[in-house]
């Protein structure tokens, strides 16, 4: 899931900030790179980490840094603590997440979010797909922490010889799963991490495939 672009738009239209949806998706790939960093990732708890995310989505986006942004992202982060501003859910994702489901595999969400993923997911029609939904806020640990990821092993009945973690960040999805004795893939849907220890998919579109293919096995 992304953050839903066009209600960032509208919000910032309203205080006199203007930029295209389209241009802060292009540039989201290149914000979230910069934030995947060792540094960052081990210091700051995710709140205030997602929301210097959207400080690097702007700048990278060309806007300056103001009060009316300053005002747009607080209203935006309102919306957010009530209701999950991640609400763009990419075509095929439903589809992908279904064929897993029907090759007999357990899907289990494991999000550094703020108490409200479960309720999101259910919101918008995804939680048929998940066995259950794991959100850090409610479990007082967050990822990279292999504590979270045990939780999530312990709640799916699952063994880690058997499961895998895919995520878009190294540092916390790569990184975390590893220390908890999973594989780690990374999603990599814009090709910038291409020397990575990892195995890499571009879509869940290819990670359905690369399963097929028995590249998990």
């Not at 960052?40 to 103001?66: H, K, M, N």
């Not at 095929?92 to 108490?115: F, M, P």
Request: proline share 5%; with cysteine; aromatic share 6%.
């Amino acid at each position: 899931m992304f953050p839903n672009w066009v209600r960032i738009q509208q919000t910032l239209d309203r205080h006199g900030v203007a930029v295209e949806a389209a241009r802060l998706a292009e540039v989201e790939p290149l914000a979230r790179k910069e934030i995947d960093d060792a540094q960052a990732i081990a210091q700051p708890t995710e709140p205030v980490r997602g929301w210097r995310f959207f400080d690097l989505i702007l700048e990278r986006a060309g806007i300056t840094p103001s009060e009316a942004t300053a005002a747009a992202l607080t209203e935006l982060r309102s919306y957010h603590d009530a209701h999950n501003l991640w609400e763009l859910i990419p075509d095929g994702v439903q589809g992908a997440l279904e064929a897993l489901r029907a090759r007999g595999l357990t899907l289990v969400v494991v999000s550094n979010s703020n108490g409200t993923l479960p309720a999101h997911i259910k919101r918008i029609g995804l939680d048929h797909c998940f066995e259950c939904v794991i959100d850090s806020r409610d479990e007082g640990v967050e990822k990279p922490d292999p504590r979270i990821f045990q939780i999530a092993l312990a709640r799916a009945r699952a063994q880690r010889e058997t499961t895998i973690h895919v995520g878009d960040l190294y540092q916390v999805d790569v990184v975390g799963a590893r220390a908890a004795g999973l594989r780690g893939v990374l999603l990599d849907e814009t090709n910038l991490h291409a020397g990575a220890d990892c195995p890499r998919v571009r879509s869940l579109a290819e990670l359905v495939n690369r399963i097929e293919q028995g590249a998990f096995d």
